[in-house]
């Protein structure tokens, strides 16, 4: 697409904060939270794009754990801003963003009867963290065209000890007591009648009316989380679905996150 040649206004703010709140020992792993926040707008009713993200940046004397932290974190964020092998590649968050902007120009420039203001928000904290693991969540809400927003949640489960990611076969130690436990609290959450299974309530997206686990699970606090994002088991309607266990009832079906200890931030 060409370049828009209409603009009435252009904002761009970028920000990288540290919120420390001053307690740092040289031997603890710390953040503070950075944010970068980007707005374009374009064309005589100022539609606009906007594009807002705060995460957690590490620091501590562990280079090599910080190191791998940060580049895992900052890898996340890209995937929210790029998608497709038609997008546009960096490394940069901020160029990213300057990137997402840019599409939203040359979308607004070329159908500017049509065009509607884009957003881009995301939010990553770190949730949990013990000596052994660490978990993130990352929030993400969007707009760039369609019937209605897209939101999601995202679990980013850590290993500090062997630094790797966790995936859900790492997590879930017993698959089947695990499915039982979250199909009980699923039927609850959704209040399906005792007598009517699953696949005969209708609302639901399952294959061959099996249930399964969700895509999006870890610590939080002291509880182990589930979450179902839309479209992931149901319609956009029926929203996020949100199960939650505390550790000591899922002792033995999930891997265990060892006592908590406080990240310094």
């Not at 603009?7 to 001053?22: E, Q, R, Y």
């Not at 949640?153 to 062997?162: A, C, P, S």
Request: net charge negative; proline share 3%; with cysteine.
């Amino acid at each position: 697409m060409v370049k828009y040649f209409l603009m009435i206004g252009l904002a761009i703010l970028v920000s990288c904060n540290d919120k420390s709140n001053g307690r740092h020992k040289e031997d603890d792993l710390a953040y503070s939270q950075a944010s970068v926040q980007r707005q374009a707008c374009v064309g005589k009713d100022s539609a606009c794009a906007e594009v807002k993200i705060n995460y957690p940046r590490f620091s501590g004397d562990d280079q090599q754990l910080t190191t791998w932290l940060n580049l895992h974190v900052k890898e996340q964020l890209l995937m929210y801003l790029q998608w497709g092998e038609a997008s546009p590649q960096t490394d940069s968050v901020e160029v990213a963003a300057e990137m997402f902007l840019g599409e939203y120009k040359e979308m607004a420039h070329d159908f500017p009867e049509t065009s509607l203001s884009w957003f881009l928000n995301t939010a990553g904290e770190v949730v949990f963290e013990s000596s052994k693991v660490m978990s993130l969540m990352f929030t993400n809400s969007s707009f760039t065209g369609g019937a209605h927003p897209n939101y999601s949640v995202l679990f980013m489960n850590i290993d500090l000890e062997g630094l790797r990611l966790l995936k859900n076969e790492d997590l879930v130690l017993n698959e089947s007591a695990l499915l039982e436990k979250a199909r009980i609290a699923f039927r609850e959450f959704h209040e399906v009648d005792a007598q009517v299974s699953l696949k005969e309530d209708g609302r639901f997206f399952l294959d061959d009316g099996e249930f399964f686990l969700p895509v999006a699970m870890g610590y939080e606090g002291d509880e182990f989380v589930m979450v179902y994002n839309s479209y992931e088991i149901g319609p956009y309607s029926l929203g996020l679905t949100e199960l939650r266990f505390p550790l000591k009832e899922v002792d033995g079906l999930v891997w265990s996150p060892m006592k908590k200890k406080g990240l310094t931030h």
